[in-house]
């Protein structure tokens, strides 16, 4: 036995080729990883498409409802400011912000077509009010003015567009901010 090769221990071979098992696995493992990379470098990558263009129904129904709220308490003397703030991190997310008078008001707005399930504001549960109060908070602090005073309210849409005016029922101060929830000022 060669000098060089006295500490390599020889695996069980293989009948075919008679060489050494172990060898013929790491020879064909690291084919298989030199024809990733050069199919990968030199082949066109398939061209993504998006099989749905067109916005969901129950996406456009909530548009159409936000633009409705939206006009409504523009009508009764609201001025609103921003419209589907998205915070940084999480799922947390605004519909509507809004200024009456010196009150910063956070609105969320639930959108139905009917009431056969029970009314939207229903829909406002302990988990969205934690998470829209979370939303407002992080509003609020990156506000360069902090307003003193500031509320959630929930605007109740009921309707289709295209169909008879919907009823719009706008709830004032819907809740408060949970206890887990803390205001610095």
């Given amino acids: 036995m060669p000098r060089a090769n006295r500490h390599i221990v020889p695996g069980p071979i293989h009948p075919v080729t008679h060489r050494c098992r172990v060898g013929w696995d790491i020879f064909r493992l690291r084919m298989a990883y030199v024809l990733r990379v050069w199919v990968f470098r030199h ?17 456009r129904l909530g548009e159409w409802g936000e633009a409705q709220a939206a006009d409504y308490l523009r009508q009764h003397g609201m001025k609103i400011l921003d419209t589907r703030v998205r915070m940084p991190r999480g799922k947390e997310e605004l519909d509507l912000v809004a200024r009456e008078q010196d009150v910063l008001v956070f609105v969320e707005v ?14 406002v549960n302990r988990r969205k009010r934690h998470h829209l109060a979370r939303a407002g908070l992080a509003y609020w602090r990156r506000l360069p003015q902090r307003p003193r005073y500031f509320r959630f309210d929930v605007v109740e849409v009921v309707g289709r567009p295209g169909n008879t005016p ?11 901010l949970p206890r887990s929830c803390r205001v610095s000022a």
């Fill in 43 to 59: 082949l066109p990558l398939p061209q993504k498409t998006r099989r749905h263009t067109a916005t969901p129904a129950h996406l």
């Fill in 110 to 123: 639930k959108t139905r077509s009917d009431e056969r399930r029970g009314r939207p504001f229903a829909a």
């Fill in 166 to 176: 919907p009823v719009i029922r706008h709830i004032r101060n819907a809740f408060t």
